[in-house]
């Protein structure tokens, strides 16, 4: 079982940068493919970025170039760095881990999910 805790979501202004953090428990994180998801309102979730356990990368059109993710397998920790917001941002980010060799990019293979942190960005 991983239990997974996001943090670091706030309200920002457009143009803003923001960094958000996700700590998984248990001691085979290194084991994991990791996901970021998010929802707006009055949306479905949709897939944001991605990274193997190899740190093999993925991120979806509307945020490539603008958004980094990256993990520090130390700490268990998973980060989503957020350059260059909009308010089509906004949104509850998730995290979400799954035992996988590969990088992973669908919601369905997804095992584990955080409770998600609110990311709001004014224009």
């Known amino acids: 079982q991983v239990q997974l805790v996001e943090s670091g979501g706030r309200l920002l202004q457009a143009g803003a940068s923001l960094r958000l953090s996700c700590e998984a428990s248990?001691?085979?994180?290194?084991?994991?493919?990791m996901g970021w998801f998010r929802q707006a309102p009055g949306k479905e979730r949709e897939f944001v970025s991605s990274?193997?356990?190899?740190?093999?990368?993925y991120y979806a059109d509307s945020v490539k170039g603008r958004f980094t993710i990256s993990r520090d397998n130390a700490k268990n920790t998973v980060y989503l760095q957020m350059n260059s917001l909009n308010p089509e941002d906004t949104a509850v980010y998730y995290c979400?881990?799954?035992?996988?060799?590969?990088?992973?990019?669908?919601?369905?293979?997804?095992?584990?999910w955080g409770q998600g942190t609110q990311v709001t960005v004014s224009s």
């Open positions: 979400a881990a799954v035992f996988s060799l590969g990088i992973v990019t669908s919601q369905r293979q997804f095992e584990y």
């Open positions: 248990g001691r085979t994180f290194n084991k994991y493919a």
């Open positions: 990274i193997s356990r190899n740190g093999d990368t």
